[in-house]
């Protein structure tokens, strides 16, 4: 939200954590610590990083996917526990439901047709547990990376939430990225940035290098 008003203003943008999993911070080296948070806000340096444009209505700092991981997300708001004991929570339950999704990515580069469990939009390398699903992410390289997660399993989803590391090679796809377009043979559900934002059947896509100014540790 503060994002999208401070776009273009060049005011930069401090993070105070206040999340369930606060991925953003984490991938910026931000202190849970709400005294050390401000800390950095008051003595860090600005940095200009990119963000992803989605739809030509939405912006990503970060991590943005459509399937399972955003329905997970949206279980976890209906829920009434919140953090990590709040998603694990839900897991099962998203995992009684999952399907695979047909879907169609085309990139500058590449048009490709998959069964896939999720489809990541990452802007940056890793979820707000450490787990690392992006290992070429940069928050300021001028591209996207585009993610297709063939394979998840149980153990995948529990690392995902609870064990730092970096998700099999095996099961992932990694496109780079400046454009995309992606489309779904049935409406999905979709996220971005942690807030749930319901089901939809085509995503377009686009970097926006330099857009946001954030204060980042020294």
Not at 13 to 19: C, H, K, N, Q, Y
Not at 183 to 203: A, H, L, S, W
Request: aromatic residues 6%; hydrophobic residues 45%; glycine residues 10%.
């Amino acid at each position: 939200m503060i994002a999208n008003i401070l776009v273009g203003t060049g005011m930069p943008l401090g993070i105070l954590p206040g999340g369930s999993a606060n991925g953003m911070a984490k991938e910026l080296g931000i202190s849970n610590i709400p005294e050390e948070a401000l800390s950095i806000i008051e003595n860090g340096k600005v940095k200009s990083c990119d963000l992803i444009g989605i739809n030509d209505k939405n912006i990503c700092l970060h991590l943005s996917d459509i399937g399972l991981n955003a329905q997970l997300i949206k279980h976890f708001d209906e829920g009434k526990l919140r953090g990590k004991m709040g998603y694990a929570k839900v897991i099962l339950k998203t995992l009684w439901h999952k399907q695979k999704m047909l879907v169609t990515i085309h990139t500058k580069e590449v048009m490709v047709r998959r069964n896939a469990f999720m489809v990541v939009l990452a802007n940056a390398s890793m979820y707000g547990t450490g787990a690392v699903i992006n290992p070429q992410g940069q928050l300021d390289d001028g591209f996207f990376e585009v993610i297709i997660v063939r394979r998840l399993s149980l153990w995948a989803l529990f690392k995902m939430l609870f064990k730092p590391g970096i998700f099999n090679p095996k099961h992932i796809e990694i496109f780079p990225s400046t454009s995309v377009e992606i489309k779904t043979t049935r409406k999905v559900p979709f996220q971005i940035d942690g807030e749930y934002m319901g089901k939809i059947k085509n995503i377009t896509a686009k970097i926006l290098p330099g857009h946001i100014h954030l204060i980042l540790p020294e």
